[in-house]
């Protein structure tokens, strides 16, 4: 009776241990797509407000090192095995899925300021793109070149006739301006967008 018992009980004891790898592994997983997630959004927001990079890089250097820490393994025969690859594989969806979400919408004041900059196109007439870019109010260039205040900060010449759209925190400050963009025109028409980010 007490052999018949020994591996039973020997099996419990595997599938209770097994259970807490998989308890723990899924901890780690999850762990890692959080921070991946904290990571892409800080880069978007302060270091690429303008999305001028495109997420694919992040996403593969991401995936390797995901993969290395699943550990996935040969052995899919074993099931718990099978269901603890099924739900990595889930997260690392569910990760990518909101990389991609971040990337391409823009969820902050700024970058829904060079969102809506880059809606700007050559050709546009100076009414089309003041309604464009409604919520933010133009300065002309030799205004905004010309301001003075313990933020201001030398532009790069030579400075482009047009307007200058600014994102700053408080309105009508320009010295204390945040980010902006140059929207050059020549005989009424955008001939051309500057980006600048602060």
């Known amino acids: 009776m007490n052999q018949q018992n020994e591996p039973n009980q020997n099996r419990r004891e595997r599938t209770a241990r097994q259970t807490g790898f998989a308890s723990a592994r899924d901890l780690g997983l999850i762990a890692s797509c959080t921070i991946a997630i904290l990571w892409f959004g800080s880069l978007r927001e302060f270091c690429f407000p303008d999305r001028s990079f495109h ?12 993969f290395l820490l699943a550990g996935f393994a040969g052995g ?18 569910a990760t990518n899925l909101i990389i991609l979400f971040l990337w391409y919408f823009p969820w902050t004041p700024r970058q829904t300021f060079f969102h809506d900059l880059a809606r700007v ?13 409604a919520r933010y109010q133009p300065v002309k260039s030799s205004e905004f070149n010309g301001r003075t205040g313990p933020s201001a900060r030398p532009l790069e010449a030579p400075f482009p006739d047009g307007l200058v759209y600014i994102r700053s925190d408080k309105a009508g400050d320009y010295n204390t301006y945040k980010d902006y963009g140059i929207v050059s025109f020549e005989g009424g028409k955008v001939t051309g967008v500057q980006e600048c980010a602060d």
Request: charged share 15%.
């Open 76 to 93: 899919g025969r074993n099931a718990t095995v099978r269901n603890l690859n099924r739900r990595a594989a889930a997260y690392f969806l």
């Open 55 to 66: 997420p694919v890089l992040f996403v593969a250097t991401f995936g390797v090192l995901y």
């Open 121 to 133: 196109r050559s050709g546009m007439t100076a009414a089309e793109v003041d309604a464009l870019l």
